[in-house]
């Protein structure tokens, strides 16, 4: 059962905003999404762990230092920046 | 016939310039375009210098490769340097990435001209491509109905001739269902054969590129030209032997084509009739059909749905509002700023999905939903392994109906979810499939058939794809619009 407090409290750990007029709403689909999940309590389950799809394991490569992409290039894409950082304001 | 070669011939053959071709390409965009919303950005400059360099390689008298000076289009997750590239999503608006998708790297290094950048779902959520921030692509079929999604855009694009093909990603369908729904071909890859570098993540463990075509001989094509190891993608190991061009056009007699009988419950009729009539066509082409039961498909929605909600949600949890993309204007503290940024940058369907993801990974709920849709997993990718001892194929409906009318996806996201039954057994368990034409309902809208390949086996898929493409012509029409070459 998916409660009220369930959804505001989910919405918390994935900063996001719920408004007060949407979280009936927001709910009683999550209830419903929750619900058509809980499909899977009837499967019968092998208890197998599964890992990855191709049994891909750790690929390794030589410990050589290859060109990164330059700062200033990165930083153009940020909404705000200064002195070849990042700009994390407390308040605007 | 190819249209990829075709155009190939034509630029070859000094009937047509690459310049005059793009041009052509250009100009259908911008009569076309108004009412399929296929395209979310046209990027003529480069696409017509792109151009005048293979005009003067032709003129020169040199030579040109196949996919060279043939116009195409990427779907908008995938990077393209100094080009905008959104996802659909108002919190990527503005975002120009500063290095190419490895897909989209090798495509350009072979000379391909870019007419653009197609719409999509935001994040590649959604079956109707409605969820774009831009709004749905129509069915060029029948512009009431949708593209399908979430590569909507490519497949209206493809099916409507104002590309001749395009590149998608697949997660849950995205690549099939909209080709399906589009009356066109869609190779959705194995996990692992084409490069993720670059593709704006939805759900790692699921995603893949693949090409949108008008042919299977195309999406052939294109799957060579992509699928290449690549040291930028951990997962990727490229395609596993010779080209699938090679064995394309070969006899399929003594292949055995199985028939998962969960495959077909719950399918409308006419969908049913068609797939139905698609195995009496490779019966007289000398195909053995051998029927089956594959009882672990039925939880594979929701292993699904579990799975990429909780991979989305680690994944967009990147959108902070302080690297790229949109920010919040107003805020107090940055907890705050990520909240107000995120929850102002994204849709509807993106939220319930990281809501979702969020919910099943979140302590308490863990081991009940996403631990035991990872061991399901497990078992659906058993199941898979069983049945090709038993076929070389799987064919199967792609979506067990016809594109929906616009605005019905949006009003039930469970029925929603509930049209990607046929397409996510496929991503869960990794393995290449192929969405072919195979009929029409009595409305004229199309209807898809998808064969499900074993992992690395695209050749063998694709060829029999292609036989059944030359058997049967008719389920591969032309629309109304764009280039008529």
Redesign the interface.
């Known amino acids: 059962m998916?409660t009220r407090e369930?959804?505001e409290n989910?919405?918390i750990?994935?900063?996001?905003?719920v408004a007060e007029e949407e979280l009936d709403d927001?709910t009683k689909?999550?209830q419903?999404?929750?619900e058509?999940?809980?499909?899977?309590?009837n499967?019968?389950?092998?208890?197998?762990?599964?890992d990855?799809?191709?049994n891909?394991s750790n690929?390794f490569?030589e410990d050589v230092v290859v060109e990164s992409?330059p700062s200033e290039?990165?930083l153009?894409?940020?909404?705000?920046q200064a002195e070849d950082h990042?700009l994390?304001?407390?308040?605007? | 016939m190819s249209e990829i070669k075709k155009i190939h011939d034509l630029l070859t053959q000094k009937q047509i310039s690459c310049k005059e071709l793009t041009e052509k390409y250009l100009s259908a965009i911008e009569s076309d375009n108004k009412e399929l919303n296929a395209y979310v950005n046209v990027t003529a400059d480069e696409a017509l210098a792109q151009a005048e360099k293979v005009d003067a390689k032709l003129n020169k008298g040199e030579e040109i490769g196949l996919l060279e000076g043939v116009p195409m289009t990427l779907k908008d997750n995938l990077s393209t340097k100094g080009i905008e590239t959104t996802c659909c999503s108002k919190i990527l608006t503005g975002y120009k990435p500063i290095y190419n998708a490895t897909v989209w790297d090798k495509l350009e290094k072979d000379g391909a001209v870019m007419l653009g950048k197609t719409n999509m779902d935001e994040f590649a959520m959604g079956s109707s491509c409605e969820t774009s921030y831009f709004g749905g692509a129509t069915n060029p079929f029948n512009t009431k109905h949708c593209s399908g999604g979430s590569s909507g855009g490519v497949a209206s694009a493809v099916g409507a001739n104002i590309a001749p093909y395009g590149l998608g990603s697949d997660t849950g369908g995205s690549i099939r269902q909209p080709a399906s729904f589009c009356g066109i071909v869609g190779l959705k890859p194995t996990y692992g054969a084409v490069s993720r570098y670059g593709l704006i993540a939805y759900a790692s463990s699921l995603d893949q590129i693949g090409p949108i075509t008008k042919t299977v001989e195309d999406a052939s094509i294109v799957f060579d030209a992509i699928s290449d190891y690549d040291p930028k993608d951990s997962t990727c190991q490229g395609r596993k032997g010779n080209k699938t061009f090679d064995t394309v056009n070969n006899d399929i007699k003594g292949m055995k084509v199985g028939i998962a009988r969960e495959y077909l419950e719950g399918i409308r009729d006419d969908v049913k009739e068609s797939v139905l009539n698609a195995v009496k066509v490779y019966e007289s082409l000398g195909a053995e059909v051998v029927y089956f039961d594959m009882p672990a498909l039925k939880f594979a929605l929701p292993v699904y749905y579990i799975i990429a909600c909780a991979e989305a949600s680690s994944n967009l949890g990147r959108y902070d509002g302080i690297r790229y993309g949109f920010k919040a204007e107003h805020y107090n503290g940055t907890h705050d700023m990520m909240c107000r940024t995120r929850s102002e940058g994204f849709g509807a369907e993106v939220k319930r999905r990281i809501l979702l993801g969020t919910y099943v990974l979140s302590a308490g709920y863990y081991d009940a939903y996403y631990k035991k849709a990872q061991n399901l997993r497990g078992t659906i990718v058993k199941a898979f392994d069983e049945a090709f001892k038993k076929c070389d194929f799987i064919l199967a409906p792609t979506v067990p109906m016809t594109a929906f009318e616009m605005g019905h996806a949006v009003s039930d996201p469970i029925e929603t979810y509930l049209t990607d039954i046929c397409t996510v057994p496929v991503n869960i368990a990794g393995l290449p499939a192929v969405s072919v034409p195979c009929g029409f309902n009595d409305k004229g809208m199309p209807i898809g058939m998808q064969l499900i390949g074993n992992k690395f086996s695209e050749a063998t898929i694709l060829n029999a794809a292609n036989a059944f493409e030359k058997a049967a012509p008719e389920n591969f029409k032309e629309t109304k619009w764009g280039v008529k070459l």
Do not use: T
Request: glycine share 2%.
């Open positions: 998916v369930d959804v989910i919405a750990l994935s900063k996001l905003f927001l689909q999550m419903e999404i929750v058509f999940a809980d499909a899977i309590n499967a019968p389950d092998s208890g197998e762990e599964f990855n799809i191709n891909l690929v490569r992409l290039e990165i153009k894409n940020a909404p705000e990042f994390v304001r407390n308040h605007n």
